[in-house]
């Protein structure tokens, strides 16, 4: 079986797996998503995104599937309730540490898959930093939308609206696929503003307290397009494009 959740596993099974394996390491985030979403969207997707892929990756190569790093760098949600925030300093130290704890097991392959925004930054000088350190260990950081931002747009949708933004259709389609019951459904917002462009292509734009600013809604974009049949695609589309890139990784290691 390629997909392998690393927490129910023996100490003795990871111990064997480890050489051969590709272990995906969950960044996200625990903070506000606007008046209709859970606090907990981030992780949530983020795990269903590195279990679909992992389990498209096929029998013949395992992958562990890692708890999550819940916490992440969420200062700019402060102002909202329901934010359990990292410094950048201290999520970068405790992913520093966590690929410590995956090289020293034996694992020589890791696949840093991010969810949420605000850590995008942090994960890519980590990983750099750490391969510089130790050579031996192989290792891919980047955000599911990014891996997969070609497939991810060419999925059709009713309305402009931001891949991944924070709170809107995008990650609203993906929680109503993934658990209706969570979404406030009669409290998705309409409207809102739209992140700028200089987000989306990873160029840092600080102002008014960060990229939300004072928007009262706690949100980048109109939410009001998501579907959970868009989730759906959105999910699959995210799942197999990341599940090339971990054979990939297999493949050149």
């Not at 090289?103 to 750490?130: C, K, P, S, W």
């Not at 609206?161 to 019951?181: N, Q, R, V, Y």
């Not at 998501?226 to 493949?251: F, K, N, S, W």
Request: charged letters at 20%; one cysteine or more; aromatic letters at 6%.
């Amino acid at each position: 079986m390629a997909h392998l959740a690393f927490e129910r596993l023996t100490r003795d099974e990871i111990g064997a797996l480890a050489p051969s394996a590709v272990a995906i390491m969950p960044t996200a985030a625990i903070e506000q998503h606007g008046p209709h979403n859970p606090v907990g969207l981030d992780t949530m997707c983020c795990m269903a995104v590195a279990r679909s892929a992992a389990q498209a990756v096929g029998p013949d190569l395992n992958v562990v599937v890692c708890p999550p790093l819940h916490f992440g760098s969420s200062h700019h949600h402060l102002p909202w309730p329901g934010v359990l925030t990292l410094t950048g300093d201290t999520f970068g130290t405790v992913l520093y540490e966590l690929l410590d704890s995956l090289r020293m097991m034996g694992f020589r392959r890791v696949l840093v898959l991010n969810g949420h925004g605000g850590n995008e930054f942090l994960i890519q000088q980590t990983a750099r930093d750490y391969v510089m350190a130790h050579r031996e260990l192989h290792v891919v950081a980047g955000s599911y939308w990014d891996i997969a931002r070609a497939a991810l747009e060419a999925i059709p949708r009713d309305g402009d609206f931001s891949i991944p933004g924070h709170a809107g259709s995008f990650e609203t389609s993906l929680m109503l696929h993934l658990d209706p019951e969570l979404v406030h459904t009669d409290l998705v917002p309409v409207g809102g503003p739209k992140l700028p462009r200089s987000a989306v292509a990873n160029v840092t734009e600080v102002r008014d307290g960060g990229y939300l600013g004072d928007h009262p809604t706690g949100v980048s974009d109109d939410a009001s397009h998501g579907t959970a049949e868009l989730g759906r695609q959105y999910l699959d589309a995210a799942a197999t494009v990341v599940a090339a890139r971990i054979r990939e990784m297999a493949e050149t290691a």
